[in-house]
């Protein structure tokens, strides 16, 4: 199929994409790389009367540091997110979550912004932001406002983001000392979406001390979840023999998983024990 007709325009501004955007407002589509969007578009589950291109807009392709913060503009591709050395050294959970996405091809073209602003609640970075305590800048034509990632996913492919907005920036805690991080997905083949997935990151204090803790997972409902309220505080915050799996159990037996017909919520509930205790692992390694 081919998309339904609709005009078209590349601002070589950002203001002159959000005065764009509040003109249009819900009769418009913003496209970024165009990973999701265009097969909507050839399969008209999206007739936009107007598109709006971002690719000319190159200060939303500029990685930066920020007092304490790594700033990521929303047109990142995700290979240029996976090999930058300041997403790397501060935000590693971020980098390796975005060279497990997709294809070559995909990697390529897909930008942070349109993964976030898309939303699939099985995608990758919507679960590291949401592990990493991101904060996203949403514009307008209006001002600008700040949202957390644990608020910006509001339901499948639905975020926090009014008509007249656009995700501008994405604002990462740098890392610190002694801070680890652990990522772990199961697919049926390389490239496709997870079927489960869980971003862990933990920062170790003296002798068995965890002074932070954060688990999430993705693929079990209509956005990653946040699985930190699962856990007992004197486990999570307290080193013992088998830490990790005492958590996973606890996590595993209580979290709660959304019907799917195609894939039992026994064997994603198996997924989400076994994929935590190894994030965890992970996390633990790196943090000593």
Same mark, same amino acid.
């Given at each position: ?77 995700? %290979?240029? !997110? $996976? @090999?930058? +050395? ?7 959970? /971020? *980098? ?103 971003? %862990?990151? !933990? $920062? @170790?204090? +003296? ?7 954060? /688990? *999430? ?72």
């Amino acid at each position: 199929m081919k998309p339904g007709k609709f005009s078209y325009e590349a601002p070589a501004t950002l203001s002159d994409a959000l005065n764009s955007l509040a003109s249009w407002r819900d009769n418009a589509k913003v496209i970024a790389g165009g990973q999701s969007l265009a097969p909507m578009l050839n399969m008209r589950l999206a007739r936009p009367d107007h598109l709006i291109d971002l690719n000319r807009l190159a200060e939303l392709g500029r990685i930066t540091i920020e007092d304490d913060w790594l700033i990521i503009g929303a047109m990142v591709r995700h %290979a240029q !997110l $996976a @090999r930058d +050395e300041l997403v790397k050294r501060h935000a590693p959970l /971020l *980098a390796h979550a975005a060279e497990t996405i997709g294809h070559y091809a995909i990697r390529q073209r897909g930008t942070i912004g349109g993964s976030l602003a898309h939303a699939d609640p099985a995608a990758q970075l919507p679960l590291a932001t949401l592990a990493l305590g991101a904060k996203f800048e949403l514009r307008s034509s209006h001002g600008t406002r700040t949202v957390g990632a644990e608020t910006f996913f509001v339901s499948i492919f639905t975020t926090a983001l009014a008509p007249n907005e656009l995700l501008t920036a994405i604002r990462i805690p740098m890392a610190r000392p002694r801070e680890g991080w652990g990522f772990r997905l199961f697919n049926r083949r390389a490239g496709d979406f997870a079927i489960v997935s869980v971003a %862990a990151t !933990l $920062a @170790r204090g +003296e002798a068995a001390a965890i002074e932070r803790f954060c /688990l *999430a997972i993705g693929g079990i409902g209509p956005v990653p979840v946040s699985v930190n309220h699962l856990v007992p505080r004197e486990v999570a915050t307290t080193l013992s023999e088998g830490w990790s799996t005492r958590i996973a159990s606890a996590v595993a037996e209580a979290v709660e998983i959304e019907e799917n017909e195609r894939i039992p919520i026994v064997f994603r509930r198996e997924l989400a024990q076994r994929l935590t205790r190894e994030a965890l692992d992970e996390a633990l390694v790196r943090a000593s």
